[in-house]
């Protein structure tokens, strides 16, 4: 019987998908374990490289490019498990025993939806692996290493594909509070996500990920907050990105601003289409919960 689905979606990593499934090794040899893989039309060789060495796993070799959440929405859909581990192509988890871990946080915590695990970002390992966090219920989870339960992913509607990159965890992380899931933040399982932040600025893909991220927030606000709520918002978040970017100089990332307010005019009909607006209290009470934990520093010993 399978209980576990550890869940993949790449694209032209074909040197971080290796790393990441040769530390998987041991797990996926487990009979409770699946392994489910979903290459967006890479052209780097991983479709052959899957084909050659990961067969008896499910494979989805796309033919053109869905993008990251549509193969998302596939692969949480597919999962055979009650547990759906989701990883990215570039992350590998660094603690021991995390099945028995993730396991256990469920069964003692029948509310949690989702798992949102503790992440260090960096290419080179921590020095430290343990940490002294407690778990905690929070507003959101990270999509490059967090768990969800089957049964909460089928309590909601699937990720929204036409977001295309950033913003479907927090989609999610509203559609679960409506539905009175939690999120709880795990400490006990340390996932490496091997990825230099600061080093994006300098990649050609910056002003479409800031683009992207701009949009996403936008969008939030237009589906899940409540109307009195948006306008002030809105007009706050874009003065930021102008104070923080434009009159610093960062052009591109100015012209992303711009870019992500036409993708909210004209995605505005998808938006009151699929709106699902919290209630005055039901906002309320979810101001009130700890920010999503998205990166981890090993503690300083004393």
Request: aromatic share 14%; with cysteine; charged share 25%.
């Amino acid at each position: 019987m399978i209980k576990f689905s550890i869940v993949i979606t790449t694209y032209n990593r074909l040197k971080d998908l290796k790393i990441t499934l040769k530390s998987l090794e041991n797990l996926i040899q487990r009979n409770d374990v699946e392994l489910v893989i979903c290459d967006d039309y890479s052209t780097d060789g991983t479709q052959v490289f899957l084909k050659n060495n990961y067969i008896k796993h499910t494979l989805i070799l796309n033919k053109k490019s869905r993008g990251l959440i549509y193969n998302r929405n596939i692969l949480n859909s597919i999962a055979k498990g009650n547990y759906i581990i989701s990883l990215d192509d570039d992350a590998q988890f660094l603690s021991e025993n995390i099945l028995e871990e993730i396991e256990k946080c469920f069964l003692s915590n029948l509310k949690c939806g989702v798992q949102s695990l503790r992440i260090f970002w960096g290419k080179e390992k921590p020095s430290i692996i343990k940490s002294i966090e407690e778990f905690q219920v929070n507003k959101g989870f990270v999509g490059c290493g967090h768990v969800w339960r089957k049964s909460a992913w089928e309590s909601i509607v699937d990720y929204p594909s036409w977001f295309i990159f950033y913003g479907e965890e927090d989609f999610a992380s509203f559609q679960l509070f409506k539905k009175g899931w939690d999120i709880l933040y795990n400490p006990n399982i340390l996932v490496h996500h091997r990825v230099d932040i600061k080093s994006r600025k300098k990649e050609q893909d910056y002003r479409l990920r800031l683009r992207r991220s701009f949009r996403s927030g936008w969008y939030l606000y237009f589906l899940f907050y409540p109307l009195k709520e948006i306008p002030r918002r809105l007009s706050y978040t874009l003065w930021q990105q102008i104070k923080l970017k434009t009159f610093k100089g960062d052009f591109k990332a100015t012209i992303g601003v711009f870019q992500a307010i036409l993708d909210v005019i004209y995605n505005f009909p998808k938006l009151l289409k699929n709106a699902n607006r919290l209630t005055v209290n039901e906002f309320k009470e979810y101001q009130k919960l700890p920010e999503t934990k998205l990166y981890w520093k090993p503690e300083k010993k004393s």
